[in-house]
C-alpha cells in the first residue's frame, strides 16, 4: 500500500492514505488534507 505525498507530472501533487486519494495543487494543501485523513 502507499501512503503519503507524491508529485504529479502537471506540477500538482496527490496525497494518499490507505482508503483514499486526493489530488492537489499545492503539497502544502496535500500534507493538510494528509494530516486530516490519516486516521482511517
Given at each position: 500500500?502507499?501512503?503519503?505525498?507524491?508529485?504529479?507530472?502537471?506540477?500538482?501533487?496527490?496525497?494518499?492514505?490507505?482508503?483514499?486519494?486526493?489530488?492537489?495543487?499545492?503539497?502544502?494543501?496535500?500534507?493538510?488534507?494528509?494530516?486530516?485523513?490519516?486516521c482511517e
Amino acid at each position: 500500500m502507499v501512503y503519503g505525498v507524491f508529485p504529479n507530472n502537471d506540477g500538482t501533487f496527490t496525497a494518499m492514505t490507505f482508503t483514499r486519494s486526493k489530488t492537489f495543487k499545492t503539497e502544502a494543501g496535500a500534507q493538510r488534507w494528509l494530516t486530516r485523513n490519516h486516521c482511517e
